[in-house]
């Protein structure tokens, strides 16, 4: 057993994208070198994909082996009782220079008996937005599957698509089965389930270097999409040092904290608790250490740390399972 648990920071694990670009160095401060930069992965069990430590006397394990040593401490008796050992989230920041493709993800049945693999419900915190930057979520208008078909095989799929003009502070939620893709001209706060399942539908037309285009899955997304009309937008509350609950599922709860000041956060030990932070900065106050933090930065604080202070002026999402 770890014997002495304090709030974590891991290595972000970036991610070289087509449509990637340069904000998450000019935005959030990552360390990058090139200019087509999509993700960075915060907080990783993905197979391949591993978070690693990288602050305090933990520093250099990854966060497999520090679960695998003290499951109930870093992921709380309840999640440890519903996930065994995985970690089932995985958050990520993204930047958008150009659009994604258009995609889905599939529900846990699907992702299961296809892949072993959780499905992919997310959501989506819009930290930055250029003028008109667009995202795409779902269909206009209830739809089928022969439709999506025909207009697929006519390029025409934008059309049955609903578009939405988005600012900073949107927030959408995205169950599994919805139709998405964020457009050019955003920085995204990303939470989802672990999983790295998607089925790519449509990437208009895009090659790479090599005149190479990307992969679709049009036939596997067939039964997967949910062809009704979704409603994705999350209106949320914005009392000032509270936690506000912007999202609450089955997978997770995440809340804003609008921190102009301090506020004292208790913890019951059933779930760990994330925090990204989104704008500004601040610091956690715990066993009488201070850590600081500041845009584009995560942390994971144990379940087994029961109680701490926050400090600063800055807007946080804060994560768990409940």
């Known amino acids: 057993m770890i014997k002495n648990i304090y709030p974590l920071q891991f290595t972000p694990i970036l991610k070289e994208r087509i449509w990637g670009g340069e904000k998450l160095k000019t935005v959030l401060g990552k360390s990058i070198e090139s200019s087509t930069t999509g993700e960075s992965w915060e907080l990783s069990t993905v197979e391949g994909d591993i978070s690693v430590v990288a602050n305090g006397e933990l520093k250099g394990k990854s966060l497999m082996e520090i679960i695998d040593e003290s499951p109930n401490e870093i992921l709380g008796t309840a999640v440890y009782d519903k996930f065994g050992k995985q970690f089932p989230l995985l958050f990520k920041y993204l930047d958008a220079r150009e659009d994604l493709s258009i995609q889905v993800h599939p529900n846990d049945a699907l992702a ?175 066993n009488g250490e201070k850590y600081h933090y500041k845009k584009g930065d995560t942390v994971l604080i144990p379940a087994a740390i029961k109680s701490f202070v926050l400090s600063g002026k800055a807007s946080i999402l804060e994560i768990y399972i409940s």
């Not at 296809?114 to 209830?142: C, L, P």
């Not at 912007?246 to 019951?268: A, H």
């Not at 059933?270 to 990204?276: G, I, K, Q």
């Open 112 to 286: 299961k008996e296809r892949h072993n693999s959780f499905g992919k419900t997310e959501m989506w915190y819009i930290m930055q937005a250029d003028d008109d930057a667009r995202i795409i979520v779902g269909f206009k208008e209830k739809s089928n599957a022969e439709e999506y078909v025909e207009n697929l095989k006519n390029k025409s799929l934008l059309s049955i698509l609903d578009d939405v003009k988005v600012k900073s502070g949107d927030v959408f939620f995205l169950e599994t089965g919805t139709v998405h893709a964020i457009g050019a001209g955003l920085v995204v706060a990303e939470i989802q389930q672990t999983s790295d399942i998607t089925y790519r539908i449509y990437d208009f037309d895009r090659v790479d270097a090599q005149g190479n285009g990307r992969e679709l899955h049009i036939d596997l997304a067939l039964d997967a999409i949910n062809y009704e009309k979704v409603d994705t937008y999350k209106k949320y509350s914005k009392e000032v040092n509270e936690s506000n609950v912007v999202v609450d599922c089955p997978y997770f709860t995440t809340n804003f904290i609008p921190l102009d000041g301090s506020t004292s956060v208790e913890q019951t030990g059933e779930s760990f608790t994330v925090y990204m932070c989104v704008e500004g900065s601040f610091e956690l106050e715990y």
